[in-house]
T-cell receptor, first 113, second 113 residues
Framework: AQSVTQPDIHITVSEGASLELRCNYS??????LFWYVQSPGQGLQLLLK??????LVQGIKGFEAEFKRSQSSFNLRKPSVHWSDAAEYFC???????????FGTGTRLQVTL | NAGVTQTPKFQVLKTGQSMTLQCAQD?????MSWYRQDPGMGLRLIHY???????DQGEVPNGYNVSRSTTEDFPLRLLSAAPSQTSVYFC????????????FGQGTRLTVV
């Protein structure tokens, strides 16, 4: 069975600093990969996704992620964090044709001013 | 467009009671899913549907029932509520599976006492 690991439960960064959130997956092939963001009391919003092609993908709000097949990773990055980026971030995979996402446990981002 | 609408937003149930969480989407999406979100566990798939009349179980289906009589609606039924079902429930829809984005509702926070 597939799985997603987000090793960092909670990360604190200063506004303006760079950010990297880690995501590793376990699956026998390359899955469809997603990053979602959840603001407090809200649903989830898609930041970006990868399924083939260029391994560096750009998303909304200035986020990007890099797929590394050799490391089974799909880390999320942002060069300069804004206070409004404080939220919970989820990495997710889909391994089939149905809409069945497997999520990581999430990373809560706190931004200090 | 309203997107994915969940009702109610909050609910308190007594152990043994039954209830239905409503989910409706106005995007004519074929795929719909229900997830539950628990602290430290991310989101886990309860049930999903790939079209009207077609449903299947996800990772944690016990204690829940679904049906899909129309493209727009995908209600989740709790047959006999238990404290272990205290959670935040999210409904999602997508035009198809695989690499497509899932659109999430705002969630229903359910407490079973």
């Amino acid at each position: 069975a597939q799985s997603v690991t987000q090793p960092d439960i909670h990360i604190t960064v200063s506004e303006g600093a760079s950010l990297e959130l880690r995501c590793n997956y376990s699956y026998g092939a390359t899955p469809y990969l997603f990053w979602y963001v959840q603001s407090p009391g809200q649903g989830l919003q898609l930041l970006l996704k990868y399924f083939s092609g260029d391994t560096l993908v750009q998303g909304i709000k200035g986020f990007e992620a890099e797929f590394k097949r050799s490391q089974s990773s799909f880390n999320l990055r942002k060069p300069s964090v804004h206070w409004s980026d404080a939220a919970e971030y989820f990495c997710a995979i889909n391994t089939g044709t149905a809409s069945k996402l497997t999520f990581g446990t999430g990373t809560r981002l706190q931004v200090t001013l | 467009n309203a997107g994915v609408t969940q009702t109610p937003k909050f609910q308190v149930l007594k152990t043994g009671q039954s209830m239905t969480l409503q989910c409706a989407q106005d995007m004519n999406h074929e795929y719909m899913s229900w997830y539950r979100q628990d602290p430290g566990m991310g989101l886990r798939l309860i049930h999903y549907s790939v079209g009207a009349g077609i449903t299947d179980q996800g990772e944690v289906p016990n204690g829940y029932n679904v049906s899909r009589s129309t493209t727009e609606d995908f209600p989740l039924r709790l047959l006999s509520a238990a404290p272990s079902q205290t959670s935040v429930y999210f409904c999602a829809s997508s035009p198809r599976g695989g690499n497509t984005e899932a659109f999430f509702g705002q969630g229903t926070r359910l407490t079973v006492v």
